[in-house]
């Protein structure tokens, strides 16, 4: 059976099971018991090359003594030991302060973990579809790879908190332009499932690491946190996928909790890739930890904080939507201090439709460098490609719609840049006359003429006349059917 069918019979025995409620239980109840088989594929293989090794997981409760006979225990006495003995020790795990003790990295994703299954013949018939799949052959783990990355596609209903999964095509797209190296400490204060950090992990094992020792700077490199348990979780299962040993960088934490002043110089990076959460506000007391930015809303105070915690010639880039950069007041100030602190040399304006089904509002991308002040900023408009009117969950954005900002951005060293149909460069000057407004609107584009008025207003009155037409009409249906 192919790895795409083992996923989708595990979703439909799930389906048939009273205790899992819809996808977010699916997929966590799917990710914690991947995440063990995972796990315990990567344990044989390091049991083989390291000596000495010690899984993290106590014998019993190892994938391959109470999940790997499909004839092994089943019905109530599954459900016994998953819930009574698996769930408890997992989540209490004894973990060393030391770097790279794989027990920290159980012990978290148990921590928010739950069996929602209250069937113990049907965890038995998912337990035997899981033991199908070899995580440590490389063609199955890249299949399940793409497939993992669908399943998170799926769970794009947090859109409701101001969050989006970002199109792989942005991710991508934004990474390259980054170029991460091993030896760099790459970080997203808001990492979700990690779409960020797995683009940077492909991006390096193609370009730069050719060691063992650049894989292990890589690695080493890593940071990430999630404020959600779910995305955390998968997050983490993600990393193992992409053959990191030790994702207990990945924290189950709130970013914006620490005070702005208490990120010290150690704590600088090279790096920051991320989509913050925008639109959502943070719960209160927290604009306290930001004295000059005092500010709720979550997209500006992730913007003050990646400033904080770049190193003087670090570089990032970052989603931000079109309301940061026209918005007023605290948002005037936090980017009169971004100008000043880093140069932003090119902002990528997108159209509405980038995010749809999820959401439908304007975002940009943003990159700048830490330690010398703006002096012009680059602005590229992307467009839908022809023929298409927006993007949408049948017709997402790809990775070649952005070849023409490739083509244009000028390499590393961005030279060679000319203004053009979707390009635009705009002065400091011309900001601070705006008022740090960097809502600039692409001069090139010909205003679109919205008709003579006595027309648009005629058109208003038809289109009022048959709204009333048909208000009567309902109204008339709804008397009728009452007087029966």
């Not at 990710?31 to 090794?53: A, G, P, R, V």
């Not at 460098?369 to 992307?382: C, F, L, M, S, V």
Request: aromatic letters at 8%; charged letters at 25%.
């Amino acid at each position: 059976m192919s790895v795409r069918n083992t996923v989708k019979s595990i979703q439909d025995i799930m389906r048939q099971d009273a205790g899992v409620d819809g996808d977010a239980q699916r997929i966590s109840q799917l990710c914690w018991m991947f995440f063990l088989k995972i796990m315990d594929d990567q344990d044989q293989e390091l049991e083989l090359t390291h000596d000495n090794y010690v899984s993290p997981i106590p014998e019993r409760l190892q994938w391959r003594n109470w999940a790997a006979d499909p004839e092994g225990i089943t019905g109530e006495a599954l459900l016994n030991f998953i819930n009574g003995e698996l769930f408890p020790a997992l989540k209490t795990v004894p973990v060393s302060a030391q770097l790279g003790d794989r027990r920290r990295v159980v012990r978290d994703l148990f921590e928010d973990a739950y069996n929602y299954m209250k069937s113990g013949q049907l965890i038995r018939q998912v337990v035997n579809r899981i033991s199908d799949v070899d995580f440590n052959s490389l063609t199955e783990r890249q299949h399940f790879g793409e497939i993992y990355e669908q399943i998170l596609n799926n769970l794009q209903s947090a859109g409701n908190a101001g969050e989006y999964y970002t199109p792989r095509a942005l991710t991508s797209f934004m990474v390259e332009r980054i170029n991460p190296k091993p030896g760099e400490t790459l970080f997203d204060p808001a990492c979700g499932t990690g779409g960020f950090l797995t683009c940077a992990i492909r991006h390096m094992e193609k370009n730069h690491v050719r060691t063992p020792d650049q894989r292990e700077k890589m690695q080493g490199g890593l940071r990430a946190v999630e404020k959600k348990p779910l995305p955390h979780m998968l997050c983490v299962t993600n990393m193992l996928l992409h053959g990191i040993e030790d994702p207990s960088f990945v924290r189950h934490d709130n970013t914006l909790a620490r005070p702005l002043i208490s990120w010290g110089k150690d704590e600088r990076v090279d790096i920051v890739l991320t989509n913050p959460p925008f639109g959502g506000r943070e719960e209160d007391g927290i604009e306290n930890n930001f004295p000059t930015f005092r500010t709720k809303e979550t997209a500006d105070l992730f913007l003050a904080l990646i400033v904080r915690l770049l190193k003087d010639g670090g570089r990032a880039a970052v989603v931000l939507p079109d309301g940061s950069l026209f918005g007023e007041g605290i948002k005037m100030r936090l980017k009169e201090h971004l100008l000043e602190e880093c140069n932003l040399h090119t902002i990528v304006r997108l159209p509405n439709s980038v995010f749809k089904p999820y959401a439908s509002i304007g975002t940009n991308l943003l990159f700048f460098e830490k330690g010398t002040p703006t002096r012009d900023i680059w602005y590229w408009e992307h467009r839908v490609p022809e023929g298409q009117k927006a993007y949408s969950m049948t017709k997402p954005i790809r990775q070649e719609h952005l070849q023409d900002c490739v083509d244009w951005w000028g390499g590393k060293e961005r030279k060679g840049r000319e203004e053009g149909p979707q390009a635009w460069r705009v002065s400091l000057e011309d900001v601070k006359a705006r008022g740090y407004n960097l809502d600039f609107k692409n001069p090139h584009t010909v205003a679109h003429d919205h008709d003579d008025p006595e027309a648009l207003l005629e058109d208003l009155v038809t289109v009022e006349t048959n709204a009333a037409r048909l208000r009567d009409r309902l109204k008339s249906i709804l008397a009728e059917a009452l007087s029966r």
